[in-house]
């Protein structure tokens, strides 16, 4: 779940947006948020799948792991990690698009890694933040990044409220999705390369 939530801008495209080479991507016939997404998708998956079974392994084996709390939370529990993968994936490609208007993403980087973290439960678990904060950390789409998937495999939260749950984790990636592609489109109109 670290890697999958794992936020930063994609330093790659990084590098284009400071070289002036983002023109080849804006002539190339593909949708250049589309393109940004699935970079961060793959970005994503691959180091999980790579590490995903030896880590449950062991896990399993030597620290205790135990299965879901039900067989539904468990095919709950893969639909709402896949949706924290499509939720994260968006979030990581707003703050790229934000490359198209300011160049150094050290600022953007370091207010979104410090919130995300906190507020998706890594660094304090959710539950334990106070009453008067409950109602807007459920409104906030930082829980469905971490908090969400594991609290359906623990089964704290009952598979008749996961449905729910993973509505509210759909939800927030199309709203950044649809912001993601606006702001690509805004930028890429007013996109300065090499003076061009």
Not at 21 to 44: G, H, K, N, T
Not at 59 to 65: R, V
Not at 143 to 163: L, S, V
Request: proline letters at 7%; hydrophobic letters at 60%; charged letters at 10%.
């Amino acid at each position: 779940m670290l890697l999958i939530t794992l936020f930063r801008v994609d330093y790659d495209v990084r590098a284009m947006i400071e070289s002036g080479a983002v023109a080849y991507e804006l002539a190339r016939p593909l949708d250049l948020y589309w393109l940004w997404y699935c970079r961060s998708l793959a970005a994503r998956t691959a180091p999980v799948l790579l590490r995903m079974g030896p880590v449950i392994l062991v896990a399993a084996l030597f620290f205790g792991l135990r299965a879901p709390a039900s067989p539904a939370s468990a095919g709950l529990w893969v639909t709402s990690t896949c949706a924290a993968v499509l939720l994260s994936a968006a979030v990581a490609t707003l703050l790229t698009t934000t490359l198209l208007w300011t160049v150094a993403a050290d600022g953007i980087n370091a207010v979104a890694f410090g919130l995300i973290w906190l507020f998706s439960g890594l660094v304090v678990p959710l539950p334990l933040f106070p009453d008067w904060l409950q109602p807007v950390l459920n409104v906030l789409p930082f829980r469905g990044m971490m908090d969400t998937p594991f609290r359906i495999y623990m089964g704290h939260i009952p598979p008749d409220q996961a449905i729910l749950a993973i509505a509210h984790q759909l939800a927030w990636t199309v709203a950044f999705v649809m912001l993601g592609r606006f702001m690509v489109g805004a930028g890429t109109r007013k996109l300065v390369v090499q003076g061009g």
